[in-house]
């Protein structure tokens, strides 16, 4: 699959972002199902079986929707951690080929051996990068775009402001960019593009939707919180991230008192775990305000999307 061959496939220029324990099959499957590209990491099958069943259930239930509405769905992607820290690395990769994953986004690590693998069947892959210095060695590596994840995107984000980086990134040439963070509209969509990215990255939003993972204190907490209430700190994952801070605080959790260790002895001894009950948000909580179903909400970014961009030609 090519770039351009990507871009006619979706209704609207989203790839819905790959989030730990959020992202699971319904949610991946309505997205694509509705026009945008939905995404999910393997690390949401607690073992590798399960993410082979999530492959299998993907790519059956898109290929039902193909035949029964003679449609041709968004296609999906994968999120693989490339790292010393993911024991999965291989095996799930090994998966990725066997199902022809479309898009495989490579977080903390660009291997060309990860590359080559996914271009071996005709797949793309787009790199996470916060910093222009990650973004070349994942050019070096062979990936088709890079995902520019700036300040305020949820999840493990950087500090960079979108401009700076964008432009930063753009004068690399890359295949293709990818802009994160904060994107929560059709008029963000809009605005991602004009920065000369090919396709507006979205999380948070998706969060909020009846399809997500999350459960319902999760959903209500993004409605009622504001970017005052979005923390970043490396002490959950040992990473930088945005969290929401009234999670935080409902576990009893003193940022500057607390080491990612301790933390993690803190809510082990409540049977609590980081991620599961402390949770991620970007700074787009404020523009939040309901939950829709993925089908709504898709049309909403579609309609306002499509206002957007007939005003700016007026």
Known sequence: MTIHELKSRLKIPVIVSPMFLVSGTELVIECCKN???????????????????????ITHQLDLYEKETNTTPAPFGVNLIVNKTNNRLQ???????????????????????????????????????IKKRHAQKALEAGVDGLIAVCA??????????????SAELLSLSPPSMVLAGSINSGRDIVAAQILGADFAYMGTRFI?????LANQDYKNCLINSTLDDIVYTDTVSGVYANFIEKSIKAHQVDLSLHSKEKLE????????????????????????????SVKNLINDLNNEYLQTLRKSVK
């Open 265 to 292: 002895q803190k809510l082990k001894s409540n049977e609590e775990k980081a991620w599961k009950d402390i949770w991620s948000a970007g700074h787009g909580v404020s523009n939040i305000k309901s939950i829709l």
């Open 152 to 165: 305020g995107a949820g999840g493990h984000a950087g500090t960079a402001n979108p401009f700076a980086l």
């Open 91 to 129: 095996t799930d990769l090994a998966l990725c080929v066997k199902y022809k994953v479309p898009l495989v986004i490579t977080s903390l690590g660009a291997v060309k051996d990860v590359v080559d693998a996914v271009h071996s069947y005709g797949g793309l892959v787009f790199h996470d990068v």
């Open 35 to 57: 026009g945008v590209l939905g995404t999910f990491p393997s690390l949401n099958g607690r073992t590798a079986e399960d993410f082979e069943t999530m492959l299998m259930e």
């Open 208 to 212: 909020a939707t009846h399809e997500s």
